[in-house]
């Protein structure tokens, strides 16, 4: 990959990294002046809750839209989904674990009164709150991410069953989601002045709190990406391939791991990925569905950034994690993961997923907070997320192909190469 290429796809994540940095210096050595300018930064907030709200329904919709699975591609999207599920699941709790070894936050920039992160409500009302609103005008508020979430999923399969991935409606979704996410581009050209503003006021209010805070989170985050992939990885491939797996999974790896790593972007990843399982002999119609669709639904990378970020919070408040805890961080982990797009930045959806229902009424501190991990831990994820989805293919080919999938594709390129 050319140098030119790695520097412009990195170029916007560098510019807003030295904004927040910018902002912090300014916040530490003018904290007057920096309090001064929070509201251009409650500006962009303002504009992104604006823009979520059809973005998540329209991107969402589309996909599940334009789906043509039947018969073998069905039970090929049903089985990818589900192992994405359980890997990202995974991936939540050995973040969760390392996190209560290992704190990010030592102590709280601010208390926050318990009953604002509905300590109160029952366990059955949060299970009704979180998938389910009670009129279809409450599922327009940024406050109701995962249910919005599932009414578009639900609507995307309704336009499939109506008129299929051809027909208008579904044809509309796929313009108002790219309609949505060049909205978003828009915007974020405002996010670097927006986030100087922002950590301006924050380092002015909270102090040097953050940086220790910061740096504890990267101490936990970037060696669990390098673990992960020297030890997840290779029991994910030998599950898949059996004997060969590992071997043959490590010979191909690493071309999309760079990959991902230079452009940042999970659907940058994609052709690397096909041609990846091409070679290795993962078949056709598995690696064309695995493929796109883990571009935006499977990541094991942001599943462990989103735990670190729940917890992050938690701790910038003054709130104790709890183990009682880990169901409900691990489903919001897993189904924030699905809201996120494939493209870099990903238009700061799970942020706000996890702001509507954790932090809903402190969103104007969370959010930026949320952002700056996001922004630090992006590259590591966006390589866990798209090389993950090279390695489930393995998976995905035993539950379909049998199990000695592997074993039959080495034999058949072995007597390819003797003719």
Avoid at 9 to 24: D, Q, S, V
Avoid at 282 to 306: N, Q, R, W, Y
Wanted: hydrophobic share 50%; with cysteine.
């Amino acid at each position: 990959m050319e140098k030119s290429s790695v520097l412009k796809n990195y170029r916007f994540l560098a510019i807003m990294l030295g904004a927040m940095i910018a902002g912090m210096v300014t916040g530490w050595f003018a904290p007057e002046f920096g309090m001064k300018i929070k509201p251009f930064g409650t500006v962009f907030i303002n504009m992104m809750f604006c823009v979520v709200v059809p973005l998540v329904f329209a991107s969402i919709s589309s996909s599940v839209a334009g789906m043509r699975s039947k018969a073998r591609a069905g039970k090929i999207m049903g089985t990818t989904v589900a192992i994405f599920v359980v890997t990202g699941a995974i991936a939540a709790v050995i973040m969760f674990v390392i996190l209560k070894v290992f704190p990010p936050v030592l102590e709280a920039w601010t208390e926050l009164p318990s009953e604002e992160m509905g300590e109160y409500a029952s366990m059955s009302d949060m299970l009704v709150n979180f998938f389910t609103a009670n009129d279809f005008v409450g599922l327009l508020s940024r406050k109701a991410m995962l249910p919005l979430i599932v009414f578009s999923i639900l609507f995307g399969f309704a336009t499939n069953m109506a008129g299929g991935p051809d027909g208008p409606i579904a044809q509309w979704l796929s313009a108002l989601s790219e309609v949505m996410l060049k909205f978003v581009k828009i915007i974020t050209y405002y996010a670097p002045i927006a986030f100087f503003c922002i950590f301006a006021d924050l380092v002015a209010q909270y102090g040097s709190a953050i940086t220790e805070s910061y740096a504890r989170a990267m101490i936990a985050y970037y060696p669990l990406c390098i673990v992960y992939v020297f030890t997840a990885f290779p029991l994910f491939a030998w599950f898949g391939g059996g004997k060969h797996g590992i071997k043959t999974m490590f010979q191909h790896i690493t071309r999309p791991a760079v990959v991902s790593l230079g452009t940042c972007s999970s659907v940058a990843t994609i052709p690397t990925n096909l041609e990846c399982a091409e070679e290795t002999g993962v078949s056709k119609d598995i690696a064309e569905m695995v493929c796109p669709l883990g571009a935006t639904m499977h990541m094991d990378g942001s599943c462990f950034s989103c735990v670190l970020k729940i917890v992050f919070v938690w701790g910038v408040f003054g709130q104790d994690v709890s183990w009682s805890s880990l169901p409900l961080i691990v489903l919001v982990a897993v189904l924030s993961s699905v809201g996120m797009s494939g493209v870099p930045g990903g238009g700061y959806i799970g942020e706000y997923i996890i702001c509507s229902i954790f932090f809903p009424t402190q969103i104007e501190v969370a959010f930026p907070i949320l952002v700056m991990i996001g922004n630090l831990v992006d590259p590591p994820a966006t390589m866990i997320n798209s090389a993950g989805d090279y390695v489930v293919t393995y998976i995905v080919s035993r539950f379909v192909d049998g199990k000695d999938w592997l074993d039959k594709a080495i034999a058949k390129k072995k007597e390819q190469a003797a003719a």
